[in-house]
């Protein structure tokens, strides 16, 4: 019931969502036509990472240093402002917190990849600037290896060189030597010299191959694996993702607006919404429409308008009416309604006409001695001038008999439901004559008779008749109409109601349509 409930709030306010969605699909669609074109360039940078290191652990949180300390100088002031220098004139008029703005660096998970994007409403230099700061961070990492002093290459390449000179030195000493036919102690201690700057050479000789391979890779550590290409379509351009998340944003927010509007919005539009409110039982959900009280008229009316979903509702109204609160033959019933206008007279007159259909006299009485209209309602306008009633019996309080009812009762084509109007002139009180006891000692003389008496009230609010009346009977029906009755007021009623110790058997619920009755 709760899903239902809800569903209907929606189907009622859709016009609601509707709108509040075409005003987001409007929003995005004039901003896609109003904001200017931004293209953005991406460049993609592979690192070289060491992997030298024999502790893994250790090893990759110095790559993610590493990548980290790259990303952050791409983004520096100095970095910036040279690339912004080498793509003058292009570039005039950009400043280095603009182009800050206007970049973003990526470090891509799990690889050795860093992505540079740049904005630029000029797409060629969002794409040079992409690049320029790729090239800028190659030229910045071989300064860091390069350095200002010696590298160890070309301190091995000194050493080399030297020792080179020595053992060219030693050898030609040793020839002469040899040559003059010189032997013994100075002539080995050469040759072990010899021998001995030859194995140095040949040790520092890999050194400075190693070193060579060395600074050659870390030269080469940074390289552009992806440069950046001429982008042809703006990256701000109004696609199906804006589209599709306008539609999405401006359905959650109609919701939302339609939600608000339905809590702000006091009116009781369904009978869930009424049992949920009061904890009281709807007994009868019934369409707008009084019964013809003519059997003719009746039949010629089904041929124009079918009567079939009306008498329904009301017959199953008729049903739950019976075992009320553990009564077993209900006697008197009264009708009323929080308000004006929510239909009770014609729900009184409809349930009289149709619980006559048993057989069991019914009395519907018209109770409203303020704005009597039972009469006016039904089409009776010239028994309407007639003024004798209810008012009339109260205020001269007569034997009751069954000849004095006579002359105040009215028949109707139905053969067992008669009908008493409020009387002539309007009284001067009309909450002391209801609640007096005479009126007391009237219902309880139909009661003997056997009969069955439906009260047409007066509304419950803003008078005291319907609180004086209801104790007298054996209980209450409401009569709430569908987007008429006010959440505050039906409560205010039930309220003003207990106070004065009435039973309130549920409500009528009155629908403005006839489609949940139809049976096609």
Known sequence: ???????????????????????????????????????????????????????????????????????????????????????APRSAGLSSGELYEATSV??????????????????????????????????????????????????????????????????QKLEALLAEGTVGTEVDALRSQIQFKENSYNDLLERYETARLSDALRANSITISTPATLPNTPSNRVGLTQVGLSIVIGLFAGIGLALALENLDTSIRSPYQLEHLTNLPVLGTVPGGLLPLDKEEEEEGKTGHNLQPLEEAYRLLGVNLPALKGIVAVQTILITSAVPHEGKTTVAANLAHILSERGRPIYLVESDLRHPNLFRRLGWHEVEEETRGLGDLLMERPELTQEMLDGIV????????????????????????????????????????GSMILLDAPPVLGMADVSVLAPKVEGVILVVAEAHSKREDVLAAIKQLQ????TVFGFVFVEKGEKSWRYA
Not at 44 to 69: H, K, W
Not at 499 to 502: F, Q, Y
């Open 106 to 171: 990526e470090v891509i998970p799990n690889t050795e990849l860093i992505s540079i994007g740049v904005q630029s409403s000029d797409p060629t230099l969002a794409r040079d600037l992409a690049n320029e700061l790729g090239l800028l961070l190659i030229e910045y990492s071989r300064d860091i290896y390069m350095g200002s002093g010696k590298s160890t290459l070309e301190i091995v390449n000194e050493q080399l060189r030297g020792l080179e000179e020595e053992l060219q030195q030693d050898q």
């Open 499 to 502: 106070a004065s110790h009435a």
């Open 410 to 449: 009215r028949s109707t084509p139905q053969p067992d439901l008669f009908i008493i109007g409020g009387g002539g002139p309007r009284v001067a009180n009309p909450t002391a004559l209801l609640g007096s006891s005479f009126m007391e000692e009237l219902l309880g003389y139909f009661g003997t008779q």
């Open 1 to 87: 019931m709760e899903l239902q409930f809800y569903l209907n709030v929606l189907k009622r306010r859709l016009p609601v969502i509707a709108i509040v969605m075409a005003a987001a699909l409007s929003v995005v669609a004039i901003a896609g036509f109003l904001i200017t074109p931004v293209y953005t360039a991406k460049a993609t940078l592979r690192i070289m990472l060491d992997v030298g290191m024999a502790d893994f652990q250790l090893r990759e949180d110095y790559n993610i240093r590493l990548l980290n300390t790259y990303a952050s100088i791409l983004r520096s002031g100095p970095v910036l402002t040279k690339a912004i220098d080498r793509l």
